[in-house]
T-cell receptor, first 113, second 116 residues
């Protein structure tokens, strides 16, 4: 069975602070994919990044960066110099050989001006 | 269309009523998924179509839930005899290929169902 844990339910920061969202996953499969999605108040889940289990190279995209460590089964997401527009719920998700995405409970990020 | 479109955005139903939720996937997308998102939780898988074939319906919570995609494009999720515990946001997603694990699922804005 697959499981994704996002231990941080809510995080509140002041604009321009850096913030890291934690994600820990469980799976017995050796081939899997990890995803991060953003859900703004409008409700639509917006895809941010996909990473496969064979690629542990960290990635940076603008103010976003991701740290994937198989040894600790973690796939953490960092926003540098946060902005008010980053306020949203962020979901980490896992997909193995089947069709479904298994989501974590989400982390509500609030960036205050 | 440019993205996944769902209608209605909001639906209020009296307990016991039947409801139908519509999903218009991204044009050309073969795969279509339905998820249920309870308040304050992550989405949970309901069912999956590849073209018109429903390949996985293991997440449907009861036989009151029924989904179809007769022509391999638009899909409808039907809930019969709604109950209060059915209140949730129902999200639809589509992807361009089959059930490969790497495929990105693109989501619509969801239908918020409130059962009174």
């Amino acid at each position: 069975a697959q499981k994704v844990t996002q231990a941080q339910t809510e995080i509140s920061v002041v604009e321009k602070e850096d913030v890291t969202l934690d994600c820990v996953y469980e799976t017995r499969d050796t081939t899997y994919y990890l995803f991060w999605y953003k859900q703004p108040p409008s409700g639509e889940l917006v895809f941010l990044i996909r990473r496969n289990s064979f690629d542990e190279q960290n990635e940076i995209s603008g103010r976003y960066s991701w740290n994937f460590q198989k040894s600790t089964s973690s796939f953490n997401f960092t926003i540098t110099a946060s902005q008010v527009v980053d306020s949203a719920v962020y979901f980490c998700a896992l997909r193995t050989s089947g069709s479904r995405l298994t989501f974590g409970e989400g982390t509500q990020l609030t960036v205050n001006p | 269309g440019a993205g996944v479109s769902q209608s209605p955005r909001y639906k209020v139903a009296k307990r016991g009523q039947d409801v139908a939720l519509r999903c218009d996937p991204i044009s050309g997308h073969v795969s279509l998924f339905w998820y249920q998102q309870a308040l304050g939780q992550g989405p949970e898988f309901l069912t999956y179509f590849q073209n018109e074939a429903q390949l996985d319906k293991s997440g449907l919570p009861s036989d009151r839930f029924f989904a179809e995609r007769p022509e391999g494009s638009v899909s409808t999720l039907k809930i019969q005899r709604t109950q209060q515990e059915d209140s949730a946001v129902y999200l639809c997603a589509s992807s361009s290929l089959g059930s490969l694990a790497k495929n990105i699922q693109y989501f619509g804005a969801g239908t918020r169902l409130s059962v009174l």
